[in-house]
């Protein structure tokens, strides 16, 4: 189901199939940490196989934001009885995620199989025994989180910052967020300069595709504005025109770009 990225002696990155969609397994002298727990019950039983092989109690599961592929196997680590971690604004997200991008499939999310945060959080929230921070980092959605660990030097994004497995571009997109707070995340996150980021899809990478991604979401919304200054409709800025050309143009999911317009619209 998953292939398996040893990040170090005690971090484990494991991405499944469906959408290169990645959880992350950190290992102490007492227990395990989950970041995400996957979407599908195939993916997340697998999971649970992998923390089980461990011998370890699953003490915490951290979910970067409340889309359902990051937060909906949280139902099989109830064994564990796991401390549930989130941003406050996760029922939002919850309610605000709609099958947009395949519209015409039937939505095989449950809601009463969500296991809900035991702590919620406005800012940040500390994990000493873990070395991680939490933090809130609106933009891809409003209870979006960035994750850190100063003993590993990385960055845990979610879905504020995706990536591909095999060159293709994966663009950010901010339907269920806010642009301008995406941006500034990215640009946070650039200052920052950790040793490795690890996205909410695809593989682990570093500044550079930050600052790819810094440059479409400026493209786009300078580019969006000069459009809605002058009144003009139809003639929206392209992919092609926000993103780094050196880049390509053979990106992850085309629909994204289409989705962000479509926020833009409905934010004007």
Not at 81 to 99: G, L, R
Not at 235 to 260: I, R
Request: net charge negative; hydrophobic share 35%.
């Amino acid at each position: 189901m998953y292939n398996i990225i040893q990040i170090s002696d005690n971090v484990s990155l494991l991405q499944a199939k469906n959408s290169l969609l990645n959880s992350t397994v950190i290992e102490n002298e007492d227990g395990l940490l989950i970041i995400d727990s996957l979407l599908l019950p195939k993916d997340s039983k697998d999971l649970y196989q992998f923390c089980l092989e461990k011998k370890k109690p699953v003490k915490y599961i951290i979910n970067t934001h409340w889309h359902s592929d990051h937060c909906y196997g949280n139902r099989f680590f109830d064994s564990y009885k796991p401390i549930i971690i989130a941003q406050e604004s996760f029922w939002q997200t919850i309610e605000s995620e709609k099958n947009v991008i395949a519209p015409n499939k039937p939505n095989i999310i449950n809601k009463k199989l969500l296991r809900l945060p035991h702590i919620t959080f406005s800012k940040s929230l500390q994990i000493p025994e873990f070395d991680l921070i939490i933090q809130h980092a609106p933009g891809h959605s409003y209870d979006s989180t960035r994750i850190y660990s100063s003993q590993e030097d990385i960055y845990w994004t979610g879905d504020n910052l995706l990536n591909s497995n095999d060159g293709r571009i994966a663009i950010p997109y901010f339907y269920w967020g806010d642009p301008h707070a995406h941006l500034a995340e990215l640009k946070s996150l650039s200052e920052k300069k950790p040793r490795l980021i690890i996205p909410g899809h695809g593989l682990p990478c570093g500044l550079a595709k930050v600052q790819k991604d810094m440059i479409y979401l400026q493209n786009l919304l300078l580019q969006y504005s000069k459009l809605a200054s002058l009144c003009l409709e139809g003639d929206y800025p392209s992919l092609e025109t926000c993103y780094p050309k050196e880049a390509g143009q053979d990106f992850w999911v085309e629909k994204m770009h289409d989705l962000n317009l479509e926020k833009l619209k409905m934010t004007k």
